[in-house]
T-cell receptor, first 114, second 113 residues
Framework: ETGVTQSPTHLIKTRGQQVTLRCSSQ?????VSWYQQALGQGPQFIFQ???????GRGNFPPRFSGLQFPNYSSELNVNALELDDSALYLC?????????????FGQGTRLTVV | GENVEQHPSTLSVQEGDSAVIKCTYS??????FPWYKQELGKGPQLIID?????GEKKDQRIAVTLNKTAKHFSLHITETQPEDSAVYFC????????????FGSGTQLTVLP
């Protein structure tokens, strides 16, 4: 177990709706990254939060947004859901942006858009 | 941006044999190369990593090699066991980015008893 927890584990939404996914980082970790993993593919970097500020973003549209809270937990929000947003959403936490530390992943949230 | 290619996409080996998975990367600035194992219904689990100042690293039955000049790195699993069956991902990143990783497309490893 990595100590990174995500909720919910599964979610079904309708096209056009909005969704919020949550991640609690491992104790002592101040950096959270979000990844999208389509079926049969490797995870793709969405964005990263460090001490409540966005620090780096992958090739995802603005309807993907996030937050990090003072306790370093994080949310991923997706607006105007599309069918292609169906995927496993993973968060990963690490301890410090300037040090060589490992990233530990949660179990993911399986989002299905119908 | 970084691009990571991974081969093969599927690999079947007999229990006790060795398995090798290879990856190439495009960005010479990348200096951190982790390998993850993902079992069905779970998130990726870090199994070993290597930094660009090291050419090889071992941890029991698992080893990783890195060739910076050729921009490729490989995962070697010896004495494979059925519980090694999973999807394996290589990734590349660089220091200071706190693990903004670019992943390969994965290798489904099946260890046959």
């Amino acid at each position: 177990e990595t100590g990174v927890t995500q909720s919910p584990t599964h979610l079904i939404k309708t096209r056009g709706q909005q969704v919020t996914l949550r991640c609690s980082s491992q104790s002592g970790h101040n950096t959270v990254s979000w990844y999208q993993q389509a079926l049969g593919q490797g995870p793709q970097f969405i964005f990263q939060y460090y001490r409540e500020e966005e620090n780096g973003r992958g090739n995802f549209p603005p309807r993907f947004s996030g937050l990090q809270f003072p306790n370093y937990s994080s949310e991923l929000n997706v607006n105007a859901l599309e069918l292609d947003d169906s995927a496993l959403y993973l968060c990963a936490s690490s301890s410090d942006i300037s040090r060589d530390t490992e990233a530990f992943f949660g179990q993911g949230t399986r989002l299905t858009v119908v | 941006g970084e691009n990571v290619e991974q081969h093969p996409s599927t690999l079947s080996v007999q229990e006790g044999d060795s398995a090798v998975i290879k990856c190439t990367y495009s960005d010479s600035a990348s200096n951190y190369f982790p390998w993850y194992k993902q079992e069905l219904g779970k998130g990726p689990q870090l199994i070993i990593d290597i930094r660009s100042n090291v050419g090889e690293k071992k941890d029991q039955r698992i080893a990783v090699t890195l060739n910076k000049t050729a921009k490729h790195f490989s995962l070697h699993i010896t004495e494979t066991q059925p519980e090694d069956s999973a999807v394996y991902f290589c990734a590349a990143g660089y220091s200071g980015s706190a693990r903004q990783l670019t992943f390969g497309s994965g290798t489904q490893l099946t260890v046959l008893p």
